[in-house]
């Protein structure tokens, strides 16, 4: 079973940077990937970012493109996801999900298995 755990949320002001990590464990890292996932208030979970962990891929939701980046740490089981440029639309609850396979997906279903979610929060 992995378990995974994010951090690093909080209140910013519009402009402002992030830095979420997702911690990972329970399995060592071979053919897998991690995507990141976040839910505004009343609005539908969407994809936001994947890496895969063996070959470091990345991929981005247009809305995020140029301002967010996605990256891992092997040694340390974690994964980031740094937010920067900060925008009252990004407020939302991210979440970061883990997947076996060799490449990053977009689809949530994909995702076997999920943290409990992290509050980001831009401010105008």
């Known amino acids: 079973q992995v378990q995974l755990v994010e951090s690093g949320g909080g209140l910013v002001q519009a402009g402002d940077s992030l830095r979420l990590s997702c911690s990972i464990s329970?399995?060592?890292?071979?053919?897998?990937?991690v995507g990141w996932f976040r839910q505004a208030p009343g609005k539908e979970r969407e994809f936001v970012a994947a890496?895969?962990?063996?070959?470091?891929?990345?991929n981005y939701a247009d809305s995020v493109k140029g301002r967010f980046t996605v990256s891992r740490d092997i040694a340390k089981n974690t994964v980031y996801l740094q937010l920067n440029n900060l925008k009252p639309e990004d407020t939302a609850v991210y979440y970061c999900?883990?997947?076996?396979?060799?490449?990053?997906?977009?689809?949530?279903?994909?995702?076997?298995?999920w943290g409990q979610g992290t509050q980001v929060t831009a401010s105008s």
């Open positions: 999900a883990f997947k076996y396979g060799a490449t990053w997906n977009e689809r949530q279903d994909s995702y076997p298995n």
């Open positions: 329970g399995r060592t890292f071979g053919s897998s990937a």
């Open positions: 890496i895969t962990l063996n070959g470091g891929w990345t």
